[in-house]
């Protein structure tokens, strides 16, 4: 397990990722008024972002350890304990817009709740359930694409570089491609700082 920090050189060493910023969580298209979806997003952002960064650095080492490449950046991931966590911020939000997106039920609530738990409850974890089960969905699907998985590595790597904010952009880009923000999200946003390469 990672410690996610503010900043790169804070050795934590704590289980539970803790980190002093604020995200910002945005209106990302027409009707992304869904304000307990998103708290439940920002309250699971951490957790996310640690599970973003383990998912491709363990499929990085692993094709390094098949190929039997002895990279030293593969040595590096394989040893990486803390990371700073705005490397992954935007790719980030980019996953929580495009869940967001998919499956936003506006709010809706199950009619058929059974007590204890009350209506805004079940939603909650609705929508905690949903997001984490998504998410690592997702993850399972990107870590098959060798981009995602280097980018992910380099842009933690290489914090506060030229090549880690490329591998930054990068990994935006595919992401933002990955899941069409061009057609559904505002033109201003995302999808007009991470435009995709055409082929």
């Known amino acids: 397990m990672f410690a996610v920090t503010r900043h790169r050189r ?6 539970v990722a803790r980190w002093g910023g604020y995200v910002i969580v945005d209106r990302i298209f027409p009707h992304d008024d869904n304000a ?6 920002h309250e699971r952002y951490a957790s996310s972002v640690e599970q973003m960064c383990r ?6 080492v692993r094709a390094d350890a098949i190929l039997q490449s002895g990279l030293l950046i593969a040595e ?4 990486l304990q803390t990371f700073d966590h705005r490397v992954m911020q935007d790719a980030h939000d980019i996953l929580a817009a495009a869940y967001r997106y998919a499956n936003d039920d506006g709010g809706q609530y ?9 209506a805004e409850e079940d939603l909650r974890r609705r929508y905690t359930t949903g997001w984490s089960r998504w998410l690592t969905e997702q993850l399972a699907a990107l870590a098959n694409y060798p981009e995602f998985v280097r980018s992910v590595v380099e842009c933690v790597l290489f914090a506060d570089s030229v090549m880690g904010r490329a591998a930054e952009h990068t990994l935006c880009s595919l992401l933002v491609l ?3 923000l061009e057609d559904w999200a505002f033109r201003d946003g995302y999808a007009r700082v991470y435009v995709p390469a055409r082929a």
């Open 36 to 41: 307990l979806l998103k708290r439940v997003q």
């Open 55 to 60: 998912v491709a650095r363990d499929a990085f």
């Open 10 to 15: 804070d050795v934590t060493g704590a289980r």
């Open 76 to 79: 590096k991931a394989r040893l």
């Open 110 to 118: 199950d009619l058929f709740v059974a007590p204890p738990c009350t």
């Open 178 to 180: 990955f899941h069409g």
